[in-house]
């Protein structure tokens, strides 16, 4: 089993930052692509930004030049950072690994995993 865990969501200003972090644990054998996607009230979730394992990125247009992707492969943790935050970015964040986990000692085919979300909200 694998587990994400998200944090660094919150309430800010519009113009302000916030830096989400999302952690992975459990039996991990490798984890390929992270990203961050996110879903506000009524709309689909969109895919935000992500990150290649050796460290490729790939931003949604409304997140260039606002947010910054990275990850620390020893930690298997990826963060976003987010800078000059508008209303508009008010969404629950998700967290999104591809991960290759081990039963025992079977190595099991690369699966999708989501963590639970974070709230962002931007006021103004």
């Known amino acids: 089993q694998v587990q994400l865990v998200e944090s660094g969501g919150g309430l800010v200003q519009a113009g302000g930052s916030l830096r989400l972090s999302c952690v992975a644990s459990?039996?991990?054998?490798?984890?390929?692509?992270m990203g961050w996607y996110r879903q506000a009230p009524g709309q689909q979730r969109e895919l935000v930004a992500l990150?290649?394992?050796?460290?490729?990125?790939n931003y949604a247009d409304s997140a260039k030049g606002r947010f910054t992707i990275s990850r620390d492969n020893a930690k298997n943790t990826v963060f976003l950072q987010m800078n000059s935050l508008k209303r508009e970015d008010t969404a629950v964040y998700y967290c999104?690994?591809?991960?290759?986990?081990?039963?025992?000692?079977?190595?099991?085919?690369?699966?999708?995993?989501w963590g639970q979300g974070t709230q962002v909200t931007v006021s103004s």
């Open positions: 459990g039996s991990i054998f490798r984890i390929n692509d």
């Open positions: 999104n690994v591809e991960a290759i986990v081990t039963k025992g000692v079977i190595v099991l085919p690369p699966r999708g995993i």
């Open positions: 990150i290649t394992r050796d460290g490729s990125t």
